[in-house]
């Protein structure tokens, strides 16, 4: 059984910046694909970022390129996001999975595991 747990969530001003991160356990971490998704109140979970299972390629949602960066580091078994210039829209759950498969995929059907969340709170 695999876990996610994810950290450094809260509150931030408008232009500030978090760094998420996603623990996982087990002994296969480097062979999956890793991706963060958010889920703000009365909205359906959405995209935010991809990493491959080497961390060799990366894909951002559109509404974040640029913002956001997704990393991993496969020795501390973590997947991170750096998210920057935050913006009020930006407030919602943010939640990490792992894929099913090594390449990166937007489609959260493809995602396996699911970590509990962590709140991201942006006051304008």
């Known amino acids: 059984q695999v876990q996610l747990v994810e950290s450094g969530g809260g509150l931030v001003q408008a232009g500030g910046s978090l760094r998420l991160s996603c623990a996982a356990s087990?002994?296969?971490?480097?062979?999956?694909?890793m991706g963060w998704f958010r889920q703000a109140p009365g909205k359906e979970r959405e995209f935010v970022a991809c990493?491959?299972?080497?961390?060799?390629?990366?894909y951002n949602a559109d509404s974040e390129k640029g913002r956001f960066t997704i990393s991993r580091d496969n020795a501390k078994n973590t997947v991170y996001l750096q998210m920057n210039s935050l913006k009020p829209e930006d407030t919602a759950v943010y939640y990490c999975?792992?894929?099913?498969?090594?390449?990166?995929?937007?489609?959260?059907?493809?995602?396996?595991?699911w970590g509990q969340g962590t709140q991201v709170t942006v006051s304008s």
């Open positions: 990493i491959s299972a080497s961390g060799g390629i990366k």
């Open positions: 999975a792992r894929g099913s498969l090594s390449r990166i995929t937007t489609m959260p059907y493809e995602y396996d595991y």
């Open positions: 087990g002994r296969t971490f480097s062979s999956y694909a």
